[in-house]
């Protein structure tokens, strides 16, 4: 909460409070915060802004303001909260497997060369310590003069404390991603809490929203175009688009009923391999049926087992189609198979994305850091 208020910049101007989304709004492309402006050709429609496009020279730190309407991020949230909840609730353990894998998509990469590091940074740290020992025992012994003793130890502890520092850090970084692996059952938690979306209250939108990141859109100055908005949750990070949850959901749902069409296949099977005894038993003379009972008894049990399931399916009015249950099934694997190839697509697509953000950051920075030219004074 301390966060969001920080980064909230309230008007004592009869506005009222701040806007809800305050704090959490950020420009996709320079990192700047968003800032809400409450009218608009007159009308008060709230709209938010890059606070950076607005610095003078105007556009230099920022090109665009990419302006979007705070109404339209509210109802985009809404519907993905609503998503979400629909989702976790129908297969909990499904939605926790695939947020581990997006979470897996963003960090992974990033977090394996942070472990790489810190085992870099924890053995030279060691073997300083063992260097710092060295010297002076050396300088003890007379083998190593002061003046000498005294600039590599300087050297020596200088080094260590940066790296200290920055094992600190990485130390932090690992710990969190572990951590990260089981916050989708934190986030169901926080979903199961609200029986619905249709409003989004000011802590709702604390609990369940880190940030939001606004792309420009796709053709700057029209109304009829896209935009791109990225929404980070608490606990569990950038949710992918719905096309990449859609492709999961049809997914579940074929392999659910590729399932329940693989057991009626199964226990139509069973039936007729079974049937000829049923019918042994029936040509049995009474007095040797008994014995023929005791030696066919696993048999009789799993065709009085398949017998059942079937008569419970046509009860139900289900047809017994053995064929057609199996071009359902072909059809069912072949798309599940097209599904799949395009879910990899995308989770290599938001690698890539990430990456090149993680490069872009740092340049994005850097020009932001340099002195602007103000121009001539007027």
């Keep these: 909460m301390q966060r969001i208020r920080g980064n909230a910049r309230r008007y004592p101007d009869g506005f009222g409070e701040a806007h809800p989304l305050t704090g959490l709004m950020y420009c996709a492309d320079c990192g700047g915060k968003m800032y809400v402006h409450r009218t608009y050709n007159g009308k008060r429609v709230p709209q938010y802004t890059c606070g950076q496009y607005g610095k003078y020279p105007i556009g230099s730190l920022c090109p665009t303001q990419h302006r979007i309407k705070a109404e339209a991020v509210l109802t985009l949230i809404a519907d993905m909260l609503r998503a979400i909840a629909e989702y976790s609730k129908n297969d909990r353990a499904e939605f926790i497997r695939t947020v581990q894998e997006t979470q897996a998509a963003q960090q992974t990469a990033d977090i394996s060369k942070k472990r790489k590091r810190l085992a870099a940074a924890q053995k030279r740290a060691g073997e300083l310590e063992r260097l710092i020992c060295k010297i002076y025992e050396d ?22 404390d940066a790296l200290n520092a920055e094992i600190t ?77 859609d492709l999961r959901g049809k997914i579940v749902q074929a392999e659910r009923r590729i399932a329940t069409l693989t057991e009626r296949e199964e226990m139509w099977a069973q039936y007729n391999k079974y049937k000829p005894i049923r019918k042994q038993l029936a040509k049995v003379k009474p007095e040797k049926r008994e014995l023929f009972e005791q030696r066919h008894s696993r048999e009789l049990i799993l065709y009085d087992a398949a017998a059942r399931y079937l008569k419970e399916l046509k009860d139900s009015g289900e047809e017994i189609t053995p064929k057609a249950w199996q071009r359902e099934i072909d059809l069912l694997t072949a798309q599940k198979q097209v599904d799949t190839i395009d879910m990899k697509a995308m989770r290599e697509e938001l690698k890539a994305v990430e990456r090149l953000r993680k490069a872009a950051d740092p340049l994005a920075r850097q020009g932001q850091d340099k002195p602007r030219d103000r121009g001539p004074e007027r």
């Design 139 to 160: 300088n003890v012994l007379g083998k190593l003069p002061d003046a000498r003793y005294e600039a590599l130890d300087a050297q020596y502890a200088k080094e260590q």
């Design 169 to 245: 850090e990485l130390e932090k970084a690992v710990t969190g991603y572990e951590q990260s692996r089981k916050s989708a059952e934190k986030f169901i938690a926080l979903i199961d809490k609200y029986e619905n979306f249709d409003t989004l209250t000011n802590t709702m939108l604390n609990e369940f929203v880190e940030k939001i990141l606004v792309h420009e859109r796709a053709r700057k100055g029209s109304q009829d175009t896209t935009q791109e908005v990225e929404i980070y949750f608490n606990f569990v990070g950038r949710y992918m688009n719905s096309s990449y949850y």
